[in-house]
C-alpha cells in the first residue's frame, strides 16, 4: 500500500521561504514520478511542479524562478523549496506520485499541507 505523508507547511510572511517535504512507503520510490500540487479555497487543484524519476523537472509559469522541486532516493523523499513567497501562494499543497506501467497510469495523493503566506 503506497502512502504519502507531507510535512513542512505552516504560516510564512510575504517574501519569506518554507519548504515542504512528502515522503513515500509501501513502494520503490525510483519508480514514480513525483510532482506537488496546490489547492487554493475556492480553486481547483492545479500542478505546481513535477520530477521524473529521472530528475527532469517542469513548473507552472507563475512558480517559476522561486520555487524548486528536487527528490532524494535514498530518503524515498520529494521536496519543494518555495522562496519569494506571495499570498497568491497560499493553499494546500498535495504530493502525487505517479506510476505508468504498461498502458496503466496510477496516481496516489497525500493528505496534503497548508501553506499561508500572510502579514
Known amino acids: 500500500q503506497v502512502q504519502l505523508v507531507e510535512s513542512g507547511g505552516g504560516l510564512v510572511q510575504p517574501g519569506g521561504s518554507l519548504r515542504v517535504s512528502c515522503v513515500l512507503s509501501g513502494s520503490i520510490f525510483s519508480l514514480y514520478a513525483m510532482g506537488w500540487y496546490r489547492q487554493a479555497p475556492g480553486k481547483q487543484r492545479e500542478l505546481v511542479a513535477d520530477i521524473t524519476s529521472g530528475g527532469t523537472t517542469n513548473y507552472v509559469d507563475s512558480v517559476k524562478g522561486r520555487f524548486t522541486i528536487s527528490r532524494d532516493n535514498a530518503k524515498s523523499t520529494v521536496y519543494l523549496q518555495m522562496n519569494s513567497l506571495k499570498p497568491e501562494d497560499t493553499a494546500v499543497y498535495y504530493c502525487?506520485?505517479?506510476?505508468?506501467?504498461?498502458?496503466?497510469?496510477?496516481?496516489?495523493w497525500g493528505q496534503g499541507t497548508q501553506v499561508t503566506v500572510s502579514s
Open positions: 502525487n506520485a505517479k506510476r505508468v506501467l504498461r498502458s496503466t497510469t496510477t496516481y496516489y
